[in-house]
């Protein structure tokens, strides 16, 4: 079986890791690990019969999730004391742990993403400097490039946390061909206790969809599909059809549906498979060794280039690329 495909089905039925033999058990936590889905992995199984090493790693993955849980969350608290009376929507990794949501059990979370009104986000700049945060980009073009077409600050890192904070104004860089409304998922965006707040359910599946076909190159896309069953699982899908295309994310929220069908169950419904195009999708999404090496070279090179392709005008593409050459810079 495929090594990814391993890590779906666990993940889909874990009493089925109950049968699996030692070679097995290290390619499904090698995938795992390449894939930021060990700590939800080990929460899936965990109580299941199995080698005491595997017992090991389990148990080790549970603590440094709900450390890394942890330590998102009072980041996001800094975030939230350093821009005060600025509105500030948690995204990704942080607002599933700070909704409790399923998305959010045993979730890697790596920066903190928020997303904050664009006519305060200088505001929000000043704050975040005045208050530890720090440059991450010393480029001049990589600084400028992001200020006119970004969606999101440069990034940002604390120097005393070691901690990233990426500031968004939107969910897709201004250059992408499709246009979300940031406005109506600041309007919709449900309030915390603690004063922060968290998109819509459907807002939540649009971003997904979003970061995942409109904006990458489907890097770490094993465990946006995932977050995506589970809010699917959670909240169902009621209004999602409108809301995705208010956004003009209909096609990207659908095939999203459809991925993590194919993934993560449960068995999408005859005449809804995609066809070829779901069948590339997933080949770039499973492209892993047994050891959790990336594989098939050109299939992700093809998507990389994709990614840019769709994020800006063909000349602008050529600029970029261009530029990225010569200072470089390689996929």
């Known amino acids: 079986m495929n090594p990814a495909l391993l890590l779906a089905r666990t993940l889909r039925d874990p009493a089925s890791a109950k049968g699996l033999g030692p070679q097995e058990w290290t390619t499904l936590f090698a995938v795992a690990r390449a894939e930021q889905l060990i700590g939800t992995l080990a929460l899936r199984i965990h109580g299941l019969p199995m080698p005491e090493d595997a017992r090991r790693i389990v148990r080790d993955a549970i603590a440094s999730a709900e ?187 659908t095939r999203a549906i459809r991925l993590s069908q194919a993934l993560y169950g449960p068995e999408p419904l005859a005449g809804t498979t995609g066809g070829w195009g779901d069948s590339l999708y997933l080949r770039r999404l499973t492209a892993r060794d047994g050891w959790g090496r990336p594989t098939r070279k050109l299939t992700r090179l093809a998507f990389y280039i994709r990614s840019h392709w769709l994020r800006m005008p063909p000349a602008m593409l050529a600029r970029h690329l261009w530029t990225k050459w010569r200072k470089g810079h390689a996929p």
């Open 67 to 253: 450390q890394g849980r942890t330590a998102a969350l009072w980041e996001a608290e800094m975030a939230r004391r350093a821009l005060g009376d600025i509105p500030l929507v948690l995204l990704k990794g942080t607002a599933f742990a700070a909704a409790g949501l399923e998305a959010g059990r045993g979730r890697s979370i790596g920066d903190l993403d928020i997303l904050v009104p664009r006519d305060l986000i200088g505001e929000a700049e000043v704050r975040l400097l005045a208050a530890g945060w720090e440059w991450v980009k010393p480029d001049p073009y990589d600084d400028a490039y992001y200020r006119r077409w970004m969606h999101e600050l440069p990034p940002l890192i604390h120097r005393e946390r070691d901690r990233m904070i990426d500031v968004h104004h939107t969910i897709l860089p201004l250059t992408a061909r499709v246009t979300p409304d940031a406005d109506a998922l600041l309007a919709a965006a449900r309030p915390l206790e603690n004063g922060m707040q968290v998109l819509s359910p459907n807002d939540m599946l649009c971003h997904a969809a979003a970061h995942l076909f409109a904006d990458g190159d489907l890097a770490g896309g094993m465990r946006n599909l995932w977050d995506v069953h589970c809010l699917v699982e959670q909240f169902g899908t009621e209004g999602l059809e409108a809301r995705a295309d208010q956004h003009g994310l209909a096609g990207h929220v």
